[in-house]
């Protein structure tokens, strides 16, 4: 990728395949889209349902909240729009998943094969090798082979914010769970965020 996403841009490429795949055959979708084919046309086979009839609505409206707050960090997709398009669903493969949100290879296989689903004691060695007061920030839900993936940063999965700029995403984060309720317990963040030096997150 020879350019640095936003938050916004990286979450419009997303809905902008749901979008297209809203008007989509099944069979023209699994074309269309062969990096993850199982995914996209399950979806494009629940639009055609009209099973999905709420979740373009939501995406647009987390859109345009983002668009205004223009984070550096794009925030999880709509986590009650995730679950009725099967994102959190076991029968699609860590692969399809992660490549359909933009996920780098590198990491998708550090997830996958390495089995590293959450933050380990390998990021943290990472974090305490920095040297100033930073907080590292991710997009809930993803977790990079390394906090310096540079394919991560470039696709605003990933970032460092000094301890001031925190108050952006979390005034993104109040506004996107006032407007966006959803039940989904894991998902009540839209943004993963680890102080370097206490190691919490």
Not at 51 to 64: I, K, S, Y
Not at 177 to 189: D, F, G, I, T, V
Request: hydrophobic fraction near 35%.
């Amino acid at each position: 990728m020879s350019f640095k996403m936003t938050g916004y841009s990286s979450l419009k490429r997303i809905v902008d395949i749901i979008t297209d795949l809203s008007h989509s055959t099944p069979e023209c979708a699994k074309e269309k889209y062969p990096e993850f084919p199982s995914l996209s046309g399950h979806i494009a086979s629940l639009f055609l349902k009209d099973h999905l009839h709420d979740v373009l609505p939501r995406l647009r409206l987390q859109l345009r909240i983002v668009e205004r707050y223009n984070p550096p960090i794009r925030p999880a997709l709509d986590p009650y729009s995730s679950t009725q398009l099967g994102i959190f669903s076991k029968n699609f493969s860590d692969w399809e998943v992660g490549l359909f949100l933009n996920y780098p290879a590198c990491c998708i296989r550090s997830f996958s094969e390495e089995v590293r689903y959450g933050f380990d004691s390998r990021h943290l060695e990472e974090l305490s090798s920095l040297r100033e007061e930073v907080v590292f920030v991710s997009t809930a839900g993803f977790v990079p082979h390394s906090i310096f993936c540079k394919e991560a940063s470039e696709r605003a999965l990933i970032g460092f914010l000094k301890l001031d700029d925190l108050q952006l995403l979390n005034d993104l984060e109040e506004e996107l769970s006032r407007a966006l309720p959803h039940p989904h317990p894991e998902y009540q963040k839209h943004y993963y965020d680890i102080l370097t030096h206490d190691t919490q997150h």
